[in-house]
């Protein structure tokens, strides 16, 4: 793993560690090797958006023979995730900071992800806002290249307009199959989906998967 020589961990307490759930690339303009990103060649899952890290970190500790890659833009935010996963020693986590869209489509290979999330986007419900949406046909297409054979976009939203939005996305990339999702007990939720559920709001899902 890389260390920023300007790292936004710099003065953590927990910076030692942290530095090395915190990926930064050499060069941003070049595909990433998995072996630069894992210590283990396991089954790789991003979690586009990973806001806080509580689905990250807890799905890479009941999974540790998968890897873990959560991808956001926002300072804070990369701070807490690798904070926490520093603090419990998950070494099948890494953060990188950066567009979800760019590191779809120009950073991971094709053909490398087994699992993509995409777990409650920001909706966009303004009309002039609506282009800002994450999930659109050419994010879909790019995913479906990320993908191994096999492999899955999983995407909730509590935003019944936008989960609307996404369905008209999702019928102009056939290549996708559209399967069940099934109720998975190690599964975890993110802070987001706890609220809702426990505000008794529905949650909207959808599981495409690559032949």
Known sequence: ???????????????????????????????????????KDQPLEVDLGCGEGAFLTAMAARHPERNFLGVERLVGRVRNVCRIAAHQRLTNVR?????????????????????????????WPKRYHHRRRLVQEPFL???FQMLAPGGELCVKTDDQPYFLWMENAFSQV???????????PNEAITNFERRFLNQGLPIYRARLRKP
């Open 1 to 39: 793993m890389t260390s920023h020589p300007e790292s936004i961990l710099q003065g953590d307490p927990l910076s030692a560690a942290a530095e090395q759930v915190h990926f930064v690339p050499k060069d941003f303009f070049q595909r990433i090797t998995p072996a630069s990103l894992f210590p």
């Open 95 to 123: 953060v990188i900071r950066v567009e979800n869209s760019y590191l779809v489509e120009h950073l991971l290979p094709p053909g490398s992800v087994n699992t993509a999330w995409v777990l409650f986007p920001d909706p």
């Open 141 to 143: 297409r790019q995913v």
């Open 174 to 184: 056939p290549e996708f199959q559209r399967v069940e999702w099934l109720p998975d």
